[in-house]
């Protein structure tokens, strides 16, 4: 099958996407003082607090999501169980976030926070979605 331009659009949108997600994820775990002074001494704390599950479930999210979205680039099915991966761990991550932390993430910063995580996992059941797609019509090998 040749492949729709929209496969090429939306693999590059994926990949920018997913960079910033892997540059938030690094900036906040390694503490880069100009990222981290956007924000408040209780959402640093909030951040550095997480429990390891959470901050494993993190990076498993944002780095399949990437290596997803590059293997998606090279029009590999391999994509396909990675974003798979990614959005499980997604949830997982907004669940602690949202539903099990004692301060929850829109205690500190309000309905902005739940409106962008939802935007992550609106976009992350899209990936795993299209990639499938892809994969089902011969696009992804």
């Not at 992350?124 to 011969?138: C, D, K, S, T, W």
């Amino acid at each position: 099958m040749k492949t729709p331009w929209h496969f090429w659009l939306i693999a590059i949108l994926s990949l920018l996407w997913n960079a910033m997600g892997a540059f938030d994820y690094s900036a906040t775990q390694l503490r880069w003082s100009p990222y981290m002074s956007n924000f408040t001494p209780e959402q640093l704390e909030y951040f550095q607090s997480f429990p390891i599950w959470v901050v494993a479930c993190w990076a498993i999210a944002v780095w399949f999501a990437v290596i997803g979205s590059l293997l998606m680039l090279f029009r590999s099915r391999l994509s396909v169980p990675l974003f798979i991966i990614s959005l499980i761990c997604i949830v997982a991550t907004a669940v602690h976030n949202f539903i099990l932390a004692d301060v929850t993430m829109t205690d500190l910063m309000g309905t902005e926070a739940a409106i962008f995580s939802a935007a992550i996992l609106l976009v992350g059941a899209f990936l795993a979605v299209y990639a499938r797609r892809m994969a089902e019509r011969g696009v992804l090998r």
